[in-house]
T-cell receptor, first 115, second 114 residues
Framework: AQSVTQLGSHVSVSEGALVLLRCNYSSSVPPYLFWYVQYPNQGLQLLLKYTTGATLVKGINGFEAEFKKSETSFHLTKPSAHMSDAAEYFCAVSDRPSGTYKYIFGTGTRLKVLA | GAGVSQSPSNKVTEKGKDVELRCDPISGHTALYWYRQSLGQGLEFLIYFQGNSAPDKSGLPSDRFSAERTGGSVSTLTIQRTQQEDSAVYLC????????????FGPGTRLLVL
């Protein structure tokens, strides 16, 4: 079965500091992995995704993530946090075995950026 | 271009009433998904449409929940005899490819059952 674990429901960083949000997955097939961001009272916006190919993927707003099969991880990073990065971040794996490609989400990480 | 839209954006109802939530996917997207976001349960899948068919309804929490999609486009999620535990944000997403990949989410409908 597919599953996603996000370590740390709340993460605080100082403005300008490195952002690291952790995501580990379990999948019976090569996974499709996604990071989404949710700002207050808004829907989910795609940050980046991994399906095949290069394991280091770059997304919007300076975020990137690296797919590490050996560690079953897909951690999200950004070199320098900005106040506007404060939001909730969700990691998801696509349920490919079912044929529906529905998402299985992690529980989310709320990022707080301190001035 | 236009994204996924949902209406209403907010809905307050009394326990026992029926509600209908609407989703307008991105034009041409064949796959459509409903999810529910609640404090206790996080983001959970409800139902998946491929065209007008719903091959996966496994996430619907009870028979009070139903959904349909018409014309391969608009979808309606109906909750009958609402309960307080139905209070949540209901998110709709659409995807252009039958083999999955990126889903594009609407802004959600925030449902409060009093």
């Amino acid at each position: 079965a597919q599953s996603v674990t996000q370590l740390g429901s709340h993460v605080s960083v100082s403005e300008g500091a490195l952002v690291l949000l952790r995501c580990n997955y379990s999948s019976s097939v090569p996974p499709y992995l996604f990071w989404y961001v949710q700002y207050p009272n808004q829907g989910l916006q795609l940050l980046l995704k991994y399906t095949t190919g290069a394991t280091l993927v770059k997304g919007i707003n300076g975020f990137e993530a690296e797919f590490k099969k050996s560690e079953t991880s897909f951690h999200l990073t950004k070199p320098s946090a900005h106040m506007s990065d404060a939001a909730e971040y969700f990691c998801a794996v696509s349920d490919r075995p079912s044929g529906t490609y529905k998402y299985i989400f992690g529980t989310g990480t709320r990022l707080k950026v301190l001035a | 271009g236009a994204g996924v839209s949902q209406s209403p954006s907010n809905k307050v109802t009394e326990k026992g009433k029926d509600v209908e939530l609407r989703c307008d996917p991105i034009s041409g997207h064949t796959a459509l998904y409903w999810y529910r976001q609640s404090l206790g349960q996080g983001l959970e899948f409800l139902i998946y449409f491929q065209g007008n068919s719903a091959p996966d309804k496994s996430g619907l929490p009870s028979d009070r929940f139903s959904a349909e999609r018409t014309g391969g486009s608009v979808s309606t999620l109906t909750i009958q005899r609402t309960q307080q535990e139905d209070s949540a944000v209901y998110l709709c997403a659409s995807s252009p490819r039958t083999d999955g990949e990126t889903q594009y989410f609407g802004p959600g409908t925030r449902l409060l059952v009093l």
